[in-house]
Structures are given as C-alpha cells and as structure tokens.
C-alpha cells in the first residue's frame, strides 16, 4: 500500500485500521499518521483537552447514573462526592486487570462496554473509604 502523504509503498501492517476506508486501512503510513495528529494536537490542545474532560465527565456521569446517583450507605446526592464501588472488594485488582491499575475514565468506559453489570454501587468518598479501612464494612452500617 503506498501512503499517500510520503508516497513509499509499504506493507499493510504499517497502516493503521480505520473502518471507514475500502480496504479498512488508514491512507497515512502509521509514521505520517502519527506526525500529522502530533501537530493538530499540539495546534488544538486547548480543544482536545476540554472534549476529553467532557467526554470522561460524561462517562462517569452514566456510570453514576445506571447505579444511582446516590450513595447506597447514607444518600448523598451530590456528584462531586460519589463513585463507584466494587460491592465485594477487589476493586484495585479489577482495575489491574482491565487497565493497568488506572482508573478514572478507563474503569467508567469498562462499565459501559460491559453494560454496567451487577456487582458495583454508588457511595460517597467517606463510605467507600470507610467501607475500604473497615473489612468491606461501611461504619454507618455497624451504627445500624
């Protein structure tokens, strides 16, 4: 295939996939591709960061949203002090698992191609992290 920015004919394993071409290849060589994104990012970098804060907002947003957008020990509403809880524990080894010990957007985007399966709740900070200090138990439910 030759690329059509530095014009060398090179084998197909140098293109990238992009499905919205015939032959399911990019039409820059992966080394043109990635020199051309280089600089629209470094042209635009205000604008991809703030698409990309909206977007991991979004993602969390729906994670919160498909598990409650309160938390399940004591039922605080606000946003800013929710997450995401591992009901059994484990979370730090799942989050090894499906991304390298990241969280953040990549443990929200893991939920949503899972179709946010059973298993997780929504808890505020304090109980998830009372939950963590305390053998998975949060201490408002020992007050009970």
Do not use: M
């Not at 020199?35 to 604008?47: F, L």
């Not at 059994?88 to 929200?108: A, L």
């Amino acid at each position: 295939k030759t690329c059509c920015k530095c014009k060398r004919e090179l084998p197909v394993a140098e293109f990238y996939k992009h499905r919205k071409y015939d032959d399911g290849l990019q039409v820059y060589c992966k080394k043109c591709n990635n020199e051309v994104n280089r600089k629209s990012y470094r042209k635009h970098c205000t604008a991809y960061r703030a698409t990309r804060r909206a977007y991991c907002a979004s993602l969390r947003r729906d994670a919160l949203q498909a598990y409650g957008n309160k938390c399940a020990c004591c039922g605080e509403e606000q946003e800013l002090f929710l997450s995401i809880d591992h009901i059994d524990g484990g979370g730090t080894q799942h989050r090894k698992e499906i991304s390298g010990g990241k969280g953040g957007h990549h443990f929200y985007l893991w939920l949503k191609e899972e179709e946010y399966p059973p298993g997780f709740q929504t808890l505020c900070c304090n109980c998830n992290w009372g939950k963590y200090r305390n053998n998975n138990t949060c201490p408002h439910q020992e007050k009970r």
